[in-house]
Nanobody
Framework: QVQLVESGGGLVQAGGSLRLSCAASGRTFSSYTKAWFRQAPGKEREFVAAISRSGGSTSYTDSAKGRFTISRDNAKNTMYLQMNSLKPEDTAVYYC??????????????????WGQGTQVTVSV
């Protein structure tokens, strides 16, 4: 079992930055491929970024490329999402997720087994 807890959300002006964290319990943190998803009101949960077990491989949705950076520190059992140049359309609840599946095209919510409770990110104009 893996328990995930997100933090770092908040209110920021457009163009600003936030860093989200996802702390995980369990001694096998490094065994899981991890990802960030987000869900805006009235919309489906969408993929933002993913990172391989070692952190050596990453993938991003097109809207996040060049602005967001996903990383992980396996020694601290923590994953991060650095978000720069934020836009109002980035407003959503951000969730971290984990799967024991190996690295691949893992961009759909059903491919992940464990989820955090979410943290709200609001970007004002």
């Amino acid at each position: 079992q893996v328990q995930l807890v997100e933090s770092g959300g908040g209110l920021v002006q457009a163009g600003g930055s936030l860093r989200l964290s996802c702390a995980a319990s369990g001694r096998t943190f490094s065994s899981y491929t991890k990802a960030w998803f987000r869900q805006a009101p009235g919309k489906e949960r969408e993929f933002v970024a993913a990172i391989s077990r070692s952190g050596g491989s990453t993938s991003y949705t097109d809207s996040a490329k060049g602005r967001f950076t996903i990383s992980r520190d396996n020694a601290k059992n923590t994953m991060y999402l650095q978000m720069n140049s934020l836009k109002p359309e980035d407003t959503a609840v951000y969730y971290c997720a984990a799967t024991p599946r190996g690295w691949g095209k893992l961009g759909r919510p059903y491919e992940y087994d464990y989820w955090g409770q979410g943290t709200q990110v609001t970007v004002s104009v």
